[in-house]
């Protein structure tokens, strides 16, 4: 039996993305790739469900943002994009979906084990910290750790980048056999 393919509908842009395989639909969510108002289909764009009712995506948690609107349903790796960002901080509440509970962001088992979490008001060198200080150091640690984060997450950009201008040739290549005339 084949496995399925699945399309994915951006909202923000209203572009088809696929067809995918489920692991790459997984490498999405988990790279923060799927907002929860994108659309997913798997029967050949059909008929579309928004993402977070596909319960492998694990799109479970909502976030009461600073501007007191909810934002989600999400997954943990958008919860851990946003932080490393600086949109939200750990004293935002966060409500699983699954089972009704919800409490501080620093208070989830996932908080710990983030490396998103190290961008924080503790972790940012301040005026003139001296070179041995050991909060300068484990600072630097720390980005360090976040440096690294930041060049596999450019190196899945460009990889995306590489994937989108193959499809861009393609769709030029179909214009050009269908119409006879270069695309403007």
């Not at 489920?22 to 108002?37: F, N, R, V, Y």
């Not at 989830?108 to 940012?124: G, K, M, W």
């Not at 005026?127 to 984060?149: C, F, K, N, Y």
Request: with cysteine; aromatic share 6%; proline share 6%.
């Amino acid at each position: 039996m084949a496995q399925a393919e699945w399309y994915i509908l951006k909202a923000a842009e209203q572009a088809v993305r696929g067809p995918l395989s489920m692991d790459q639909l997984l490498s999405w969510a988990a790279e923060a790739k799927i907002g929860p108002l994108d659309k997913i289909s798997n029967d050949n764009c059909e008929n579309w469900v928004r993402a977070p009712m596909v319960p492998e995506l694990q799109m479970d948690w909502l976030i009461d943002m600073p501007n007191n609107r909810l934002y989600g349903p999400t997954s943990i790796s958008t919860i851990q994009e946003l932080l490393a960002m600086g949109d939200i901080d750990e004293h935002v509440t966060v409500i699983n979906c699954l089972d009704g509970s919800s409490g501080r962001l620093h208070e989830q088992p996932f908080y710990s084990a983030s490396p998103q979490h190290i961008r924080s008001a503790e972790t940012v060198l301040h005026g003139t910290q001296m070179p041995g200080d050991p909060l300068a150091a484990e600072a630097g640690s720390i980005l360090r750790q976040r440096v690294q984060w930041l060049e596999k997450q450019v190196m899945e950009l460009q990889r995306d980048l590489g994937l989108a201008e193959e499809y861009n040739a393609s769709l030029k290549h179909q214009f050009i056999e269908a119409t006879g005339r270069t695309p403007q």
